[in-house]
Structure formats: structure tokens, C-alpha cells
């Protein structure tokens, strides 16, 4: 896991180094091409959401509304980005989750890539040294096919084992209002899944870039189990939640189908009701 912030950024070389900006606007490629020509970011290149971060339905490695794409996707990605430089570097701003989806996608299938956070205005000013050009993306996708990496993603039933051990935690990140079952925008049910505690993503920001020094307290507590799952609609913004433990050292994955893929099986339980972290320790001491 690379991780730098805007005083590491000035070590790299701006002739080797490709910037990759992951900024978009979710389920929503019009407004994203709207966000990229309003506040552009010279000497990058820009990742659309679909393909490259979430493929089409049916054609990923779950049923949840943003399915992992398979790794020849990925593969053929990094290819292009790493054409003639030696690192790339992905960033995003304003609260947003594509930078660790993206970064969460290269570690799933072994690649390695370097996550900025840090300071909008340094990497803009810094960006201004950069020599690299930037890269035109290929829309076919012949790379060879990459196993992803079981250690860090979580199937639908995996989940439903996991469940069952009182040393495993289960993290949702979604609004507390979908947690709870007050109703959801965006998937025809509401509530979560068993055991899942709330740890919203919104808490892990800090004037909209992810904070490695966030939740301590919970860090605390959430370190006491033997391995942990991070969840949410999804399994686009629950990706933050995974690079801030994983720097940590928690041993944690993503659930990658995220509760919209649980309720596509009648059969999984739904709850509405409130676990708090603390009730869960309790559990296992």
C-alpha cells in the first residue's frame, strides 16, 4: 500500500510519473464530463466510473449495482497508464471514493499503484512540472485475464459465513438513514445486513480528503476483532473505509456486491435494528 500526501508528492519525478484523475460524479457520466471541463487538472488522464470502475451489469464479478470488473479490464487499464512511465499516481477531491475504488481495483489484482491525499493546490501547481503525456484509454480489453486477490474481497456467501463468528465485524458506511431501513434512494429495500455496525463514510473526511487520523476511538475498538468486512450499497464507497484500515493494518476486505447485491437473494435476512460497535466487543470479551 503506497499512500502519499502533498509533502511526498514533491519527491516524485514529474518525467516519470502519471497522474490519474479519478474524479467523477456517480451513476452520472454527463455530470462528471461537466466536473472535468469546469475545474480541469493539466497533465492527467482521466478514468471514467464505467468501465474501468464499475462494468456492466452481468459482466463483473458480482450482482450489486456496481459490479468488479474482471481483470482484463484492469489489466489492460494499467497497461495503458503505465505506458512509459515507472508510477501512477490517483487522486480525487471533494469527499470522493473513485481515487480509493480505483486503487482498491489495481491492489485486487496485484498492480501497483500510489493513492494521493493531500492538498488540491499543491498537486495542481505540481502538476505544472509534469512531462508526461497523457494516455487515450483502450475501450477493448485483451490483456490477459488476472485472478483477483480472495485475501482482500468477499463473496455474497462468504459474507453469510462470516456473519456467523462473533471475531468477525462487519462494517456498513452508508448513511445512517439507509442503515436503519428509512427508506433508499437507490435500492429497492432498506435496512442492513445482520450484525453490521455503522461507521458512515462521511467520517473518515476532513475538508474532503480521506483522513488517515480519523476515528480513533473506533479504530480502538474495531482492532479488537480477528478480521473485519467493510460494506455499503455498492461496494464503491465503502472503498475509503478499506485503504483507512488497511493502512492501519486491520485485516479487512470488501464485501464487493454490497448490500445491493445481499437483497437480490430473498432468503438473506434483512435487519433494521441498531448494533453498535461497542455492543459487539462486548460479544467477544
Not at 490519474?20 to 466510473?49: C, G, S, W, Y
Request: negative net charge.
Amino acid at each position: 500500500m503506497t499512500i502519499i500526501n502533498e509533502h511526498s508528492l514533491l519527491e516524485l519525478d514529474p518525467s516519470n510519473t502519471r497522474f490519474v484523475d479519478a474524479r467523477n460524479v456517480f451513476m452520472n457520466a454527463q455530470k462528471t464530463e461537466e466536473l472535468i471541463n469546469r475545474e480541469p487538472f493539466t497533465n492527467t488522464t482521466h478514468v471514467p466510473e464505467t468501465p474501468y470502475m464499475v462494468s456492466a451489469a452481468g459482466n463483473g464479478h458480482n450482482k450489486g449495482r456496481s459490479p468488479v470488473p474482471y481483470g482484463k479490464v484492469i489489466h489492460t487499464l494499467y497497461n495503458d497508464l503505465m505506458k512509459d512511465v515507472d508510477t501512477i499516481v490517483i487522486f480525487s477531491f471533494d469527499s470522493s471514493f473513485h481515487h480509493t475504488r480505483l486503487y482498491y481495483l489495481f491492489e485486487l489484482y496485484g498492480l501497483e499503484s500510489t493513492l494521493y491525499i493531500g492538498s488540491k493546490d499543491v498537486l495542481q501547481s505540481f502538476l505544472k512540472t509534469v512531462t508526461t503525456l497523457p494516455v487515450k484509454l483502450s475501450s477493448e480489453f485483451n490483456a490477459r485475464e488476472l485472478e483477483l486477490n480472495s485475501t482482500i474481497y468477499m463473496t455474497m456467501d462468504e459474507v453469510k459465513e462470516a456473519i456467523k463468528n462473533k471475531k468477525h465485524l462487519l462494517i456498513d458506511v452508508r448513511d445512517y438513514k439507509r442503515y436503519i431501513g428509512s427508506g433508499d434512494a437507490l435500492d429497492l429495500k432498506s435496512g442492513h445486513i445482520p450484525t453490521a455496525v455503522n461507521i458512515p463514510n462521511a467520517s473518515l473526511y476532513v475538508d474532503g480528503n480521506l483522513s488517515l487520523d480519523s476515528i480513533p476511538d473506533q479504530l480502538e475498538l474495531i482492532k479488537k476483532f480477528d478480521f473485519v468486512t467493510v460494506s455499503c450499497g455498492s461496494g464503491m464507497s465503502a472503498t475509503p473505509m478499506f485503504v483507512f484500515l488497511k493502512y492501519h493494518n486491520v485485516p479487512v476486505k470488501l464485501y464487493g456486491g454490497s448490500f445491493s447485491e445481499w437483497i437480490t437473494d430473498d432468503q438473506n435476512e434483512i435487519e433494521t435494528s441498531v448494533n453498535t460497535l461497542e455492543s459487539r466487543v462486548d460479544r467477544i470479551e
